[in-house]
């Protein structure tokens, strides 16, 4: 799924949000709620008006895409946009903080 959605150049009228979990991370679970309201709520668009997709990544099965991606700490969440790492962001952001991230990309 990573493969095909972030990494997809072709989609270019979407930002796909990149969640790298784990099970047993608390911040994790605090954060990986709010990703999915924002995601799936058609009104949140990225500064450049795309929409957006979520693509969760558990870092304990996908050991080798965490470390492609040098994700040292979680949650690390990556943005891309047309197939491209853009930016990203390390720790639990509260919902202002994650729409601001939004607002960037």
């Known amino acids: 799924t990573f493969e095909k959605v972030a990494l997809n150049p072709s989609a270019s009228d979407k930002a ?3 969640d790298f979990y784990a099970e047993w991370c608390n ?3 605090m954060i990986s709620p709010l990703l999915e309201k924002l995601t799936s709520d058609e009104t949140v668009k990225t500064g450049s008006g795309r ?3 979520l693509v ?3 870092t304990d099965s996908e050991f080798d895409l965490a470390l492609r991606y ?3 700490a979680l949650p690390t969440v990556i943005a891309f ?3 491209q790492k853009v ?3 390390v720790g639990a952001l509260n919902e202002s903080g994650i729409r601001e991230f939004i ?3």
């Open 51 to 53: 929409s957006l997709d």
């Open 87 to 89: 930016d990203q962001f």
């Open 70 to 72: 040098q994700v040292r």
């Open 27 to 29: 911040p994790c679970k």
């Open 81 to 83: 946009k047309d197939g």
């Open 103 to 105: 607002a960037k990309l």
């Open 56 to 58: 969760t990544v558990d």
């Open 16 to 18: 796909v949000l990149v």
